[in-house]
């Protein structure tokens, strides 16, 4: 008996692959992709607990040494995917530097802007762009729009249920 009671406090929550699956399948409302014929914007949705773990995992330092470090913000990916090549330097500055003007959040009838804006992969002709984004924390629905000046304007929406219902990890 002593054994099960253990076994659950251990079993409490799932694995880093069990979570990494979790919130990376559309199904779960954690990502959001929207599709048109010049390419694809993708929005992810990535719990603190995932990052904490994947720095962990860098570093191997322990996760209380991180648990500060990405203060009271929530973190999106922004994917976007263009079918055709881009060879422009000006449209290449706009990505770099003034898309984040272009992208905010609406809450409850306010404008929000990305608190951090950082730019991952692209640019130089790259028919891809990865753009790690944050925002100040929000204990509703979450509604993101971008709106791409060479692009498309997208809506990405997050519901609160989905995000409440993020399972546990083993951390």
Known sequence: VLYGVMFSFVACGISFDEYVEYVTNPDNGLVVTQSNAQGYYRMSYRPIDLLLKTEQLRSKEPISSFKGSFGDLEYYVLEI????????????????????????QIRNQDTIRPSLYQLDLGLGGST?????????????DRNIIVN???????????????????PKMNL
């Open 81 to 104: 995917e263009n079918h055709s090549r881009n060879q422009n330097d000006k449209v290449d500055f706009y990505y770099a530097y003034t898309l984040e003007n272009d992208i905010y």
């Open 128 to 140: 891809s762009l990865r753009i790690n984004l944050a925002f100040t924390s929000n204990d509703g």
């Open 148 to 166: 791409d000046k060479y692009g498309q304007t997208s809506n990405f929406q997050f519901k609160k249920q989905d995000i409440a219902s993020i």
